[in-house]
T-cell receptor, first 112, second 109 residues
Framework: EADIYQTPRYLVIGTGKKITLECSQT?????MYWYQQDPGMELHLIHY???????EKGDLSSESTVSRIRTEHFPLTLESARPSHTSQYLC???????????FGSGTRLTVV | AQRVTQPEKLLSVFKGAPVELKCNYS??????LFWYVQYSRQRLQLLLR??SRESIKGFTADLNKGETSFHLKKPFAQEEDSAMYYC???????????FGTGTRLTIIP
């Protein structure tokens, strides 16, 4: 089934660890996005990509990095996790913005 | 800069009563507006977009450029409408979505 998948769903990790949050979509969408959302707060765009080998930083500064080597895959990496990175991370994709985004289920990250 | 404001964090409405979720935006060009909804334990999903002028699950939203608003309305609330609602904006030709802080709607039986 064409969809967007995020793994893991929940992650608890120690300070200083390197982590990668996975996001894959099977809809053939060129555009993909990462949003960060703290509980009860708005979604903030941290990274986006309009195609392979194209990545841009979003409106909210983030210490994370992303890559887009394949159309369907848009992983987010934190080289050294800190408690301030504790948040929910949402991945989304779109074919054309007028049709809106399709969101994944999110990864809830806790850094202890 | 583009901005979306949802003035109500929480809204409670009795079943059968009308619902209006407010959304105001700030954008200098021609915006594209959306409403997204997140039901309990489900992912965020698109509810409706202004360019299609559609009614989804009884909800409608009209873009008022004079008042820079895109309020979401439903004439008769149902219990299954309880959810978190986000208004979102993108600029014409700019694919990035800016979200409001969301309104948690609770329908009282």
């Amino acid at each position: 089934e064409a969809d967007i998948y995020q793994t893991p769903r929940y992650l608890v990790i120690g300070t200083g660890k390197k982590i990668t949050l996975e996001c894959s979509q099977t809809m053939g969408h060129d555009k993909m996005y990462w949003y960060q959302q703290d509980p009860g707060m708005e979604l903030h765009l941290i990274h986006y990509s309009y195609g392979v080998n194209s990545t841009e930083k979003g409106d909210l500064s983030s210490e994370s990095t992303v890559s887009r080597i394949r159309t369907e895959h848009f992983p987010l990496t934190l080289e050294s996790a800190r408690p301030s990175h504790t948040s929910q991370y949402l991945c989304a994709s779109s074919a054309q913005n007028s049709y809106g985004y399709t969101f994944g289920s999110g990864t809830r990250l806790t850094v202890v | 800069a583009q901005r979306v404001t949802q003035p109500e964090k929480l809204l409670s409405v009795f079943k059968g009563a009308p619902v209006e979720l407010k959304c105001n935006y700030s954008y200098s060009g021609s915006p594209e507006l959306f409403w997204y909804v997140q039901y309990s334990r489900q992912r965020l999903q698109l509810l409706l977009r202004h360019i299609s002028r559609e009614s989804i699950k009884g909800f409608t939203a009209d873009l008022n450029k004079g008042e820079t608003s895109f309020h979401l309305k439903k004439p008769f609330a149902q219990e299954e409408d309880s959810a978190m609602y986000y208004c979102a904006l993108s600029g014409f030709g700019n694919e990035k979505l800016t979200f409001g802080t969301g309104t948690r709607l609770t329908i009282i039986p």
